[in-house]
Antibody
Framework: EVQIVESGGDLVQPGRSLRLSCGVSGFTFSDFALTWVRHVPGKGLEWLSTIGGTGDDTYYADAVKGRFTISRDNPKSTLYLQMNSLRAEDSGLYYC???????????????????WGRGTTVTVSS | DIVMTQSPLSLPVTPGEPAYISCRSSQSLLHSNGYIYLDWYLQKPGQSPQILIYLGSNRASGVPDRFSGSGSGTDFTLKISKVEAEDVGIYYCMQALKPPLTFGGGTKVEIK
């Protein structure tokens, strides 16, 4: 059974940094792309970033591009999100999710967010 | 960016009755490979989101068959054929056609 545990959330002042971690067990970590999504009360879900299995391919939402960095340590089965220059609007519950790969015809693949952690809370406030 | 718009915002439902949630995208989600790049997720109270439907109409593993997804181009529907009490929560559609992946604002389903 795949299990995901996020950690690192905290109360921080605007402009400071924070690093989130996501430990994953129950499958071959390097085989899967991973994603960070946050939930902001009253605003819903927001996709933040996705990283491929090798770590070579990364994608970011415009709201965090240049401030957040996604990375992974495959031997440690851990995903990270380095968050710099934090703003009040970055406050929320941060989820890590595995990306399940579905094979399509002609060798294409489709990915969707399959297993989610319980999240870790980030609060940015002075 | 592709904008996803859901309606209604809130949906009171009677157990045993059907429920319909609408999702509209600002551009077509039909990929050149012929598939619809749209997912549906449910976030039950106090829980993490869970996948319901992927590629517009494919139920994820373990999802009851009372859930179905349909639609094409820019208009999509999630149908719950007979609502059960455990179906309460916030439903989100999400486009996976191109980054940034974008979610709809959510539809809160509650029991009357």
């Amino acid at each position: 059974e795949v299990q995901i545990v996020e950690s690192g959330g905290d109360l921080v002042q605007p402009g400071r940094s924070l690093r989130l971690s996501c430990g994953v067990s129950g499958f071959t970590f390097s085989d899967f792309a991973l994603t960070w999504v946050r939930h902001v009360p009253g605003k819903g879900l927001e996709w933040l970033s996705t990283i491929g299995g090798t770590g070579d391919d990364t994608y970011y939402a415009d709201a965090v591009k240049g401030r957040f960095t996604i990375s992974r340590d495959n031997p440690k089965s851990t995903l990270y999100l380095q968050m710099n220059s934090l703003r009040a609007e970055d406050s929320g519950l941060y989820y890590c999710a595995t990306m399940k790969r579905q094979q399509l015809v002609r060798g294409n693949y489709y990915y969707y967010m399959d297993v989610w952690g319980r999240g870790t809370t980030v609060t940015v406030s002075s | 960016d592709i904008v996803m718009t859901q309606s209604p915002l809130s949906l009171p439902v009677t157990p045993g009755e059907p429920a319909y949630i609408s999702c509209r995208s600002s551009q077509s989600l039909l990929h050149s490979n012929g598939y619809i790049y749209l997912d549906w997720y449910l976030q039950k109270p106090g829980q993490s989101p869970q996948i319901l439907i992927y590629l517009g109409s494919n139920r994820a593993s373990g999802v009851p068959d009372r859930f179905s997804g349909s639609g094409s181009g820019t208009d999509f529907t999630l149908k719950i054929s007979k609502v059960e009490a455990e179906d309460v929560g916030i439903y989100y559609c999400m486009q996976a056609l191109k980054p940034p992946l974008t979610f709809g604002g959510g539809t809160k389903v509650e029991i009357k």
